[in-house]
């Protein structure tokens, strides 16, 4: 099966070459970086390490998303962040997971294994309201609902509907998943980010937050 991993990037150009080099371990991988606006070489070492760069002018996590995961061409989709913060050794085995285990998507749980060093307890805090927040609107029990690592089958993926543009795409990608087929949680050992995170705390935790007020309303 071909595999293609997908990365959003603002500004990484700290950390994206070791995603890349982490994630070709992986024979015949296909590596697309979605860029919006990066003013660094997040762009030119992406390439360099041969990996497909591709612009995205709006913003938006989730449309970095949506645009890239259109543009694989890999039966199975793995997707990170390109702060190197989850672990790219782990993919391999997840791999083989997905198609032993015979589910549709695997999404990483960070909970789990957390130190207090790698996720702060502010961080925790907002992660739990959030995954608490869902069991009681969806009957949904994720441990970790905010994740950004996940593996699943591109014919999958094409079945979803209902994924915003902004933050929330990562909550609204498995409140899909579980709703069409099967999805399980793995835990992984997260690591800390060493670069500027892109995400606001607590603007886009209250607004991950309210999406799910409004989506549980529209459907
Ligand atoms: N193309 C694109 N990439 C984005 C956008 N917003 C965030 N990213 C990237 O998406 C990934 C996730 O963003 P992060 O800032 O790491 O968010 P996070 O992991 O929830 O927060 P931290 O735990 O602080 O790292 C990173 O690789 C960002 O560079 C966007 O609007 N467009
Ligand atoms: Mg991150």
């Known amino acids: 099966m071909k595999i293609t991993a997908v990365i959003p990037t603002i500004n990484e150009e700290r950390t994206i070459g070791s995603v890349i080099d982490g994630l070709k371990k992986i024979d015949d991988i296909e590596i697309i970086v979605v860029d919006t606006h990066s003013t660094d070489k997040t762009r030119e070492i992406a390439e360099s390490k041969g990996a497909i760069v591709i612009n995205e002018n709006n913003r938006g996590y989730g449309t ?62 907002g992660n739990s309201v959030l995954n608490l927040t869902i069991r009681m609107l969806f009957k949904i029990n994720l441990n970790d609902s905010q994740s950004g690592m996940w593996i699943f089958y591109s014919d999958f993926y094409k079945k979803m509907k209902n994924l915003s543009n902004g933050m929330s795409f990562s909550e609204d990608i498995k409140i899909e998943a579980i709703k069409l087929g099967k999805l399980i949680e793995i835990p992984i050992i997260y690591g800390m980010r060493i670069t500027k995170p892109k995400l606001k705390t607590w603007h886009d935790g209250f607004q991950n937050l309210l999406h799910l007020f409004v989506k549980r309303v529209q459907n």
Request: aromatic share 8%; net charge negative.
């Open 64 to 125: 970095a998303y949506k645009k890239g995961i259109e543009n694989a061409n890999g039966d199975i989709i793995v997707c990170l962040d390109g702060d190197n913060t989850y672990p790219t050794d782990i993919v391999k085995p997840l791999i083989d997971i997905l198609i032993m285990d015979k589910v549709d998507f695997i999404s990483c749980d960070r909970m789990a294994l957390r130190t207090q060093h790698s996720y702060t307890s502010l961080h925790y805090v």
